[in-house]
Structure formats: structure tokens, C-alpha cells
């Protein structure tokens, strides 16, 4: 079954990469590994989830956040790639706007990784780190920038 067969019997579907919001590109290729920028969660109407974690977002709907941008790098990544049967997810990195105190970043980003997983079987399994930050662009919720691998 292929990824994109995946996604659809999960109800879901990939956007339109997103475009940058600053002087970047949304994705870059070195050889056969593909640098892919982060994004944050924007939802179908254009519009991104805001707020501080641990004060405004509950641990579950973040994890919905990091499950929208998991959802937005796979669209830069298909974009890349032609097709998602031909990536492989290397690195994760997921920053969380959240309080001082807030300590379940692994739980926030766990949306994004268990997303990469459930599409792309053991090529979805990765090395990730998930921080916490004081901000992030836009009051997002949640930033993902991923390093990946594309197969012949």
C-alpha cells in the first residue's frame, strides 16, 4: 500500500506546500538528502494555531498541531520527491512554544513523528529532538523542520 493510499484511508490529505515567510525555500535538495524548512500548523483555512503550551494549548491539541505540520513537511517532501514511497525520514527537530514549566515537549511532537510512522512504515522512524521555546514566529504553537533521505 502506498503512503498516499495511507493517507487517504486516515482521512487525510496532504496541503498545498506552504510558502515561505521569509527569504527561504521551503525545501532544499543536497545529492539525496532533502533539507525541508520548518513550518508551523496551518490549518485548511490559511490560518495557524497560536498560543503557549501549557497555558492555552493543552499536551493533545499540540500534538494535533505537530500532526498538521507533519502533514505540511510531507507535502513539501512529495513536492521533492514525486511520490512519498521514495522518502525516508532521517532527523527531526520540533520546538514547542511553551511556559518555563512545561516539560511534555516529547508528548507535542510525538504528533508528527507517530503521523511520519503511520505513513511511511519503518522509512517514517527517526532520530528527533523536541525543545521547548520562549516564542515562535507568528505565536505558533509548534515549529517541525526535518531532514530526509529520497530513494532512487
Known amino acids: ?7 487517504a484511508l486516515m482521512g ?20 539525496d538528502t532533502l533539507y525541508l524548512a520548518g513550518q508551523g500548523p496551518m490549518r485548511a483555512d490559511g490560518s495557524f494555531a497560536t498560543g503557549k ?41 520540533g520546538m514547542v512554544n511553551a511556559v518555563p514549566e512545561f516539560t511534555e515537549q516529547p508528548k507535542v511532537i510525538n504528533g508528527c513523528s507517530d503521523l511520519f510512522v503511520a505513513v511511511l512504515g519503518e ?11 520562549g516564542s515562535l514566529p507568528l505565536a505558533i504553537t509548534v515549529e517541525i523542520e526535518a531532514v530526509m533521505r529520497i530513494h532512487g
Do not use: C, F, N, Q
Open 1 to 7: 500500500m502506498t503512503p498516499e493510499t495511507k493517507l
Open 12 to 31: 487525510l490529505t496532504l496541503p498545498e506546500v506552504p510558502k515561505p515567510v521569509g527569504t527561504y525555500l521551503p525545501y532544499k535538495l543536497s545529492g
Open 53 to 93: 503550551v501549557g497555558r492555552d494549548v493543552a499536551v493533545d491539541e499540540a500534538y494535533e498541531h505537530a500532526k498538521l505540520v507533519g502533514l505540511g513537511l510531507l507535502a513539501a517532501a512529495k513536492a521533492a520527491a514525486g511520490e512519498l514511497s521514495r522518502i525516508e525520514v532521517i532527523k527531526v527537530l
Open 123 to 133: 522509512r517514517g522512524r527517526h532520530a528527533r529532538s523536541a525543545v521547548g521555546m
